[in-house]
């Protein structure tokens, strides 16, 4: 997932970073094939180098020793409505197949079940240029629907960002424990490509909606030795790779 998440960064992009494994990912990227891209915290930090040390949050000391600018959180976002936000990692509770994310609430077997709510992610993926979101790969994070509408997708179909008035972007990817999806010209979900050891067979087995499977679909590239090294080196008791 880490490997596959880095390799959307693209040279010289701006990105919101995020934590967990997207925050790996951006050290991967600027170690190998993206040296010129630039990172965004949601508290207001850029970076255009990794912080030395591994962060467990955005505003550890290592994550601010270093940074190009510590900026309060209106200056950081102030980037996404001006358009300047190439990329932008999330995580979400769901993902359903128009690339709707829900960190809001969902029905759990005891009931409604609260979440944390949006943060940034409404507004990442509302004004950056693409977003990728990165989720554990099963039916029920994985539904035809969300629950509700934290950050939006492609609502319900090709044509809705448009028509409600968001000037660009929406989902290029989903980046799950099993497969990578990416998006139609219909706005829907499909098959991109599966992890090695996982079969295509799995992968829709394991979706909340009948996946569309692309004509090409092929395995997604193993990390390459150099991916791998940097992984290890950068998270070395594996905090957040484990």
């Known amino acids: 997932m880490v490997a596959a998440a880095a390799r959307e960064i693209k040279d010289g992009e701006v990105v919101f970073v995020g934590m967990r494994l997207p925050l790996i990912a951006f050290v991967v990227a600027k170690r190998t094939h993206a040296p010129n ?10 970076r255009d180098t990794p912080s030395k040390e591994l962060i467990y949050t955005m505003a550890d000391p290592p994550n601010i020793l270093g940074a190009t600018q510590c900026l309060d959180m209106m200056g950081v ?19 359903d197949k128009f690339g709707n994310l829900n960190s ?6 005891n009931g409604i079940v609260r979440l944390p709510g949006s943060g940034g992610a409404c507004d990442i993926a509302s004004l950056a ?15 035809e629907r969300v629950s509700y509408i934290t950050s ?10 448009k028509k409600v008035g968001l000037p660009r972007g929406g989902p290029s990817a989903v980046i799950t424990t099993k497969a990578v999806l990416r998006f139609g010209e219909d706005g829907k979900a499909y ?17 909340g909606w009948k ?20 992984i290890r080196d950068y998270d070395k008791e594996g905090f957040w790779t484990k």
């Open 152 to 161: 939006p997708g492609n609502g319900d179909g090709a044509g809705w960002r």
């Open 191 to 207: 098959l991109a490509s599966h992890h090695p050891g996982v079969s295509v067979n799995d992968v829709v087995a394991n979706t």
């Open 104 to 109: 809001t609430q969902v029905n759990g077997k």
């Open 77 to 95: 976002m102030s980037l996404l409505q001006s358009g300047r936000v190439n990329l932008g990692f999330l995580g979400a509770a769901e993902v």
């Open 37 to 46: 891209a630039t990172g965004l915290f949601e508290n207001g930090v850029i």
């Open 129 to 143: 240029h693409r977003f990728v979101a990165m989720i554990d790969h099963t039916k029920a994070r994985l539904p």
């Open 211 to 230: 996946l569309r499977v692309a004509d090409d679909v092929k395995e997604t590239s193993e990390p390459t030795a150099e991916e791998l090294e940097v």
